[in-house]
């Protein structure tokens, strides 16, 4: 016969029995709502821990592989929603189109959505067009001279706050910044220094400046209101630090000369 004791302790065992799925299915109620983890994803050949490159098979990038590990880790299929830059998916973050992103964080972002752990900090500089007689920030910085950025990025932001007289333009992607340089239609382009070192490779007399104008730090981050999806993908990014994921997705990705960097 049982004791009261043994009793009530099976009622406890059972009731944590029956309480595990409902907190699963909460958690899994507001970071896939749609049964599947829509993973925000913004594509470019720029390369690097936040832009993600389109495939034969489909999609590459770090987000792209940190994204398919949250979704097995929940036990739900991934679906990658793609934009052109993190202006976009910063832009549709009010809008439920996307459950977790990867993006470089800043101030007025923070106002549009929750961040969890950094786990890259870059530096952001300029590369200007073949030919040019720019060699640092103070002869870049003259009224009349052209820089792009990616619109309404962190890095766009933060080059209109360093730049006094020189006019800064935003247009949406890589490739088209990429092709007004390479023709000397701008004359330089902000975005970060080991993406930029990559495109010096590929235009020929282009130089790419010592100077460092700010730190761009990219992290994990859910729309406002997902406290409890926040719990989990800052649970999620500080084990990936710890037993390889991370580390894994940037040597599969191409940056194995790349250290994981934090704040």
Do not use: C
């Not at 009793?7 to 595990?20: C, D, F």
């Not at 073949?130 to 990616?150: E, M, Y």
């Amino acid at each position: 016969m049982p004791t009261p004791f043994r009793s009530a302790h099976a009622g406890l065992v059972l009731a944590a029995i029956v309480a595990m799925p409902a907190l699963a299915d909460g958690l899994k109620d507001e970071i896939a709502p749609t049964g599947k983890l829509r993973v925000a994803i913004a594509i470019s050949p720029a390369g690097g821990a936040f832009w993600s490159t389109k495939t034969e098979a489909g999609y590459a990038g770090v987000p792209v592989d940190l994204g398919k590990a949250m979704a097995a880790e929940l036990g739900v299929p991934v679906d990658y929603v793609v934009h052109q830059n993190s202006g976009q998916i910063t832009d549709a973050s009010a809008k439920g189109t996307w459950d977790v992103t990867w993006l470089p964080k800043d101030p007025e972002r923070e106002t549009k959505m929750l961040f969890g752990p950094i786990y890259e900090v870059a530096d952001a500089t300029y590369i200007v067009k073949p030919g040019s007689s720019i060699t640092n920030f103070a002869t870049l910085d003259q009224p009349g001279v052209k820089v792009a950025a990616v619109n309404a990025t962190t890095t766009m932001r933060g080059a209109i706050a360093h730049l006094r007289h020189a006019k800064v333009t935003g247009y949406q992607t890589y490739d088209e910044i990429f092709g007004l340089l390479n023709s000397g239609e701008i004359d330089a382009f902000a975005l970060s220094r080991d993406q930029l070192n990559k495109m010096a490779q590929k235009i020929p007399g282009t130089r790419v400046l010592d100077e460092t104008f700010k730190k761009t730090v990219t992290a994990v981050a859910v729309p406002l209101g997902h406290n409890e999806a926040l719990t989990f993908v800052t649970k999620f990014m500080t084990e990936a630090t710890v037993n390889g994921t991370l580390r894994k997705a940037y040597d599969d990705n191409g940056l194995k000369d790349s250290p994981i960097r934090t704040e």
